[in-house]
């Protein structure tokens, strides 16, 4: 099942015993989960849909040790699957279940807000400001274009080829 804005839904996946004390801690922080529609895994794990914010969220790999989380561009499989292990997918508790949204905190924590400037986007003091000839001198300050690419990568998550990388890049 595709998960992301275009589907309206997003996966915390968590698996086995590291997901499960990672997600008890981070519910002991953000607050509780709601009860949402749950599927258990062909192996250790088991995730969690919810709707889709108004803010996007990503496919993310170690959010927390044993948790991942899965939106735009990802996709999760779904019962009756079988797993590599032997053991079929399956919901536990139905699949009617409904689809819940999390609390801001919750979203802030899994898609932070997005800074007003980007890092690479600002000004960044230059180690000899260039002199611009007018009437009286001013300074200008500038951040080379190479400088802010950098910058703009070093924000990115990284891209391996074949394993779905990152669409910017």
């Excluded at 998960?3 to 004390?21: F, H, M, S």
């Excluded at 599927?39 to 969220?57: A, C, N, S, V």
């Excluded at 279940?97 to 898609?111: E, H, L, M, N, P």
Aim: glycine share 10%.
């Amino acid at each position: 099942v595709k998960t992301g804005e275009e589907a309206q839904i997003w996966v915390l996946d968590i698996d086995g015993e590291d997901g499960e004390k990672s997600l008890t801690a981070l519910e002991s922080e953000l607050g509780a989960l709601p009860d949402t529609l749950e599927q258990k895994t062909g192996g250790k794990g088991r995730q969690l849909f919810f709707k889709w914010p108004r803010r996007e969220i990503r496919n993310k790999q170690n959010l927390k040790p044993g948790i991942d989380v899965r939106g735009n561009g990802g996709y999760v499989v779904v019962p009756p699957s079988l797993h590599p292990s032997g053991q079929h997918y399956d919901w536990p508790y139905g699949e009617t279940t409904g689809i819940r949204g999390v609390s801001q905190k919750w979203i802030d924590f899994i898609a932070p807000p997005k800074r007003n400037i980007p890092p690479w986007e600002r000004l960044q003091k230059a180690s000899k400001p260039e002199i611009v000839k007018k009437d009286p001198p001013i300074s200008v300050i500038q951040t080379p274009i190479i400088e802010r690419a950098r910058k703009y990568l070093q924000q990115c998550e990284p891209s391996v080829q074949g394993a779905g990388g990152h669409d910017k890049l």
